[in-house]
């Protein structure tokens, strides 16, 4: 017979993970199911500086703490992508392979993912110039020039990373001003090797076997420009990872999952937690809260 958890928590980021100690913690059975490394975009992350207890952490070293405390609580760690999620009083979950897992509570933590910038050449050198990855490819473009697409924190904080290694970085935004927080802007206007190109957008993609440049044109005179540079590097937001409850009616049109402060979906024993909810500010800070509120909401839902 198929085996039953009390809770299944679908993502193990910071999210996911918290929820699972704080589930195991209320002596419940618990199991988080991922279809990828432990940490989500914390793996990603190069320094992790807004996090408290630690001044200055790797976002890897901090998501192995956080699943290693899973596992020491005794959280089943599951691999699967999922594609489907049945309601009922016992949820179904479907995974791409056909795996079905079942769970009296479902707790959805999937986060986000990095959103494309759709335009010519994108697709066709990915890999081959173009990341979405600084941590993973940054040291591939030692002593060579990159362009950073992007305004928020993600985007500066991943051009700090990569100024380490390339001889020359410019950092493409579409405003006259940054979105990312005041002490991540004044590093990188401190930094030498970055340059700062306002009020332009990417056209176009260019290279033979691999990226040499990029066209970018100025959203006021519509005046274009060709950059030579080596790769490529978008941060223009994200998307959340909910296209297996699209049908559920618990997301708004963007396909954020809708829920209250108390992590409660608009379907009894579903709850979403972290980058994937409806909210104001994503931080793993914030994703450990929504994991811990949506823990203690589902022992109260199975207990009650």
């Known amino acids: 017979m198929d085996k039953r958890y009390d809770v299944i928590v679908i993502g193990a980021g910071p999210a996911g993970m918290t929820a699972a100690i704080y589930a195991k913690r209320a002596g419940l059975d618990v199991a988080m199911l991922e279809y990828n490394a432990p940490g989500g975009k914390m793996v990603k ?37 999922v594609v489907d999620l049945i309601d009922g009083d016992i949820k179904t979950i479907i995974t791409e392979d ?117 066209i970018l044109e100025n959203v006021d005179t519509k005046e274009r420009v060709t950059l030579e540079t080596d790769g490529i590097f978008p941060y223009i937001g994200a998307d959340p990872n909910t296209s297996f409850v699209k049908d559920l009616g618990i997301t708004d049109e963007n396909g954020y999952i809708l829920v209250n402060e108390e992590m409660e979906t608009a379907i009894k024993g579903i709850y979403g937690a972290g980058d994937c909810n409806v909210k104001t500010l994503r931080q793993i800070v914030t994703a450990t809260s929504d994991g811990a509120i949506a823990a203690q909401n589902a022992f109260h839902y199975i207990k009650g």
């Open 98 to 214: 056909g795996s079905e897992y079942k769970a009296s509570v479902v707790i959805i933590a999937t986060g986000t993912k990095e959103r494309l910038l759709n335009i010519p050449g994108e697709e066709k050198f990915t890999s081959k110039g173009v990341s979405y990855c600084a941590v993973c490819d940054g040291a591939f473009f030692k002593d060579k020039t990159v362009v950073v697409i992007g305004g928020g924190n993600s985007a500066l904080e991943e051009s700090l990373y990569l100024a380490q290694f390339v001889k020359k970085l410019y950092v493409v935004i579409r405003r006259d001003v940054f979105r990312a927080d005041e002490l991540v802007q004044e590093k990188v206007m401190e930094n030498p090797k970055i340059e700062i190109i306002k009020k332009h957008i990417p056209i176009e993609i260019l290279g033979d076997d691999k990226v040499n440049g990029i």
């Open 45 to 81: 992350t190069f320094e992790i500086e807004n996090y408290p207890s630690f001044i200055n952490i790797n976002g890897a070293d901090l998501s192995y703490k956080m699943f290693e405390q899973t596992q020491a609580l005794g959280a089943e760690y599951l691999y699967g992508d």
